[in-house]
């Protein structure tokens, strides 16, 4: 062999890359942690256009790479590792090897408040003992790359904090190691009581608002089918027109379903992509979904049974996930789902669930849901009816609970009043938000005009010469530009009814100004001082919760569960909308509750929830001003009225 040709080899090889072992060695100063060490080390600030160093520099953009650095160097398996970094510089995340977002937000994501990080597609990390220290099992390494702001080279744009966020371990303050390095030892909390069984392959379920299970009942060599199951546990959240989504990690897509569907069915990803040259022989006209993150949407009640599309347990109720404390058998959504798998996945054992999680509804609660966790396998009444259980190949739990995302806004609202004072308190103004140019024609920050009580019946917008008429009347100031709408959906007055040495009463009255109609409605007041004089309601089903806070739930009588949407008036050229409503008294006895006084307040919510959604409520009770003689009243809502006319022509 000829030394050129050889010369000609070496160089070959030496641009071949090694992968005898893509981790890298620890830090010197994990060898004297004897728990689980983290790392955050900073490794390359890149300035990005536009240039804008001289006229906004807190605003410049720069590209940042950093690597996330796990190891376990304790004497006990890590499952299911999750770490914090305390983003502070405004990050976009763009991309993470080898970890997910835990909140189940898709990449790239806004992170500049810190977000939890969970292991994908490794989950685990096993000790040195049981892999006589074999790194690529013991820790795991993560390269972020993003964009910060604000944070110039010689500057190192490094979190507030890093720390371990499994339950059961403590971490102390990390330290700098030069400016580039934060490091942390976190230990095993001698104080935490754990529900994880040492030695158990599985992690134990948790508890959520909101659970999903994915269970593998069928494997393939290239497809497998799924089972999900969607529980709430919650005894005041609920949802409505459920959309399920996720991030496929390794090309699957959808092949069939039965129980739900895709909201988008197209296959034109599969035909044009990887899948469509792998299987060649498919027939891609029958694929439902190839979208990497697909939308699923529940069937209507009429394909419960359809052989094809139905036929499931728990499926096909048009989206509608109701708390367990109304209907405990309409409480979970269940639907099947063939996915097929592309290479180098094609065997019966390689499964991997779909990772970033999100659900959402119409007028629900806002759910953040956590990362897939392996649990020990499922196991369903046989569909023989043998009486023996049939069990899952392999199952993975996801819990979503309710939280509230800054900024967000309420989609209902509560208005107060009361027989000793003869105006309402309507909700805030934009208590649901604004337009961006309603403070063009409106004030989004003055307080809402009181209102006479017939105003309620009215929309927002056609309230304005009833709300001037009554301010005339009680000569009161009105700003200019007046106070904008609270553009609320739905809306309930909350009325304090009468009051006397026993007991008391208020009226709950709910309006309904969307164009939705809510079938099986809920609502929920917490009375903080109130709840245990809670006697009955006359024309809903009221009660007062279990294990929540002194809250009473209330819903509509058997037929009377139906709360209308918004409709036109008798002559819609000029009469307002009418919306849908539903009333009821609700008493209570001072017996259970002395000391109580309604008219300082104690007669009021200090929450409401509608639909599991958390309703706005006004600032400010009804002020006292004594017992109000009839003719009086009269002549007051007479006025108005008159005046309200004459301005209307």
């Not at 500049?112 to 990080?117: A, E, H, L, Q, Y």
């Not at 040259?277 to 394909?303: A, G, M, W």
């Not at 609700?586 to 929830?609: H, L, R």
């Amino acid at each position: 062999m000829g030394v050129d040709l050889i010369f000609n080899l070496l160089l070959i090889f030496a641009t071949i890359p090694i992968s005898i072992s893509q981790t890298q060695a620890p830090s010197p100063a994990a060898d004297s942690c004897n728990g689980i060490f983290v790392s955050y080390a900073h490794t390359k600030t890149t300035q990005l256009p536009p240039d804008i160093t001289k006229s906004d520099p807190t605003h410049q953009p720069y590209r940042f790479e950093s690597t996330l650095t796990i190891l376990n160097n304790g004497l006990n398996e890590l499952k299911s590792w999750r770490v914090f970094v305390g983003f502070q510089h405004d990050e976009l995340l763009v991309s993470a090897s080898n970890a997910v977002l835990a909140d189940g937000t898709s990449l790239p994501a806004k992170v500049g408040n810190g977000t939890f990080f969970a292991g994908y597609p490794a989950t685990d990390l096993k000790t040195a003992v049981e892999t006589a220290g074999d790194l690529t099992q013991m820790q795991v390494q993560i390269d972020l790359l993003g964009t910060q702001f604000g944070v110039a080279d010689p500057d190192v744009p490094m979190p507030s904090n890093i720390s371990l966020a499994n339950d059961g371990f403590v971490c102390p303050k990390p330290t700098m190691q030069g400016k580039n390095e934060m490091q942390v030892c976190c230990t095993d909390d001698p104080n935490s009581v754990s529900n994880v069984t040492l030695g158990e392959e599985f992690l134990p379920r948790q508890d959520g608002d909101l659970t999903i299970m994915y269970d593998v009942i069928r494997t393939y060599e290239s497809n497998y089918w799924a089972q999900v199951t969607i529980s709430n546990h919650n005894p005041i959240g609920r949802l409505d027109n459920w959309q399920l989504s996720w991030d496929w990690m390794n090309d699957e897509f959808i092949y069939a379903m039965k129980g739900a569907y895709p909201y988008v069915v197209d296959s034109s990803d599969c035909i044009f992509g990887k899948q469509g040259q792998h299987y060649q022989n498919l027939d891609f006209s029958n694929v439902l979904n190839c979208e990497r993150r697909p939308t699923i949407i529940d069937l209507p009640l009429t394909k419960a049974n359809d052989s094809n599309l139905g036929l499931i347990p728990f499926c096909c109720r048009n989206g509608t996930i109701l708390p367990p404390s109304m209907d405990p058998s309409k409480s979970s959504s269940v639907f099947q789902i063939n996915v097929f798998k592309m290479p180098p996945d094609l065997n019966r054992s390689q499964l991997s669930p779909p990772q970033n999680w999100g659900i959402n509804g119409t007028l629900n609660p806002d759910y953040k849901c956590g990362p897939p966790v392996r649990v020990s396998p499922s196991q369903f009444p046989d569909p023989s009816g043998l009486p023996s259980d049939s069990t899952a190949v392999a199952s993975w739990q996801v819990v979503c609970n309710i939280t509230q995302p800054k900024g967000a806004s309420p989609r209902c609202c509560v208005s107060f009043s009361a027989y000793y004072n003869d105006s309402v308190i309507p909700c805030k103004t934009c208590a649901c938000g604004c337009t961006s140019n309603s403070d063009r024609t409106c004030s989004t920050t003055d307080s809402a005009l009181l209102l006479p009580p017939e105003a309620l019946l009215v929309p927002f917008e056609n309230r304005t010469a009833m709300a001037l008429a009554w301010a005339a009347l009680k000569h009161r100031t009105v700003p200019n530009p007046m106070p904008c709408g609270d553009n609320c959906g739905v809306s309930l007055n909350w009325h304090v009814y009468t009051d006397y040495s026993n007991g008391w009463s208020a009226r709950v009255t709910l309006f309904n100004w969307d164009e939705t109609n809510f079938a099986d409605w809920f609502a929920a007041v917490q009375m903080d001082k109130a709840a245990p004089g809670f006697e009955k309601m006359y024309s809903f089903n009221g009660t007062v919760l279990d294990g929540v806070n002194n809250t009473i739930f209330m819903q509509g009588n058997p037929g009377l569960n139906y709360l209308v949407a918004e409709t036109n008036g008798t002559n819609p050229q000029k009469d307002p909308r009418v919306p849908g409503k539903q009333q009821s008294v609700i008493s209570f006895k001072k017996k259970d509750t002395p000391g109580i006084n309604v008219a300082a307040g104690d007669g009021f919510p200090t929450k409401v929830f509608f639909n599991g959604e958390e309703c706005s409520l006004p600032s400010v009770f009804p002020t006292s001003n004594g017992h109000r003689k009839g003719s009086a009243t009269t002549f007051s809502v007479l006025l108005v009225a008159v005046v309200f006319m004459l301005m209307q022509r």
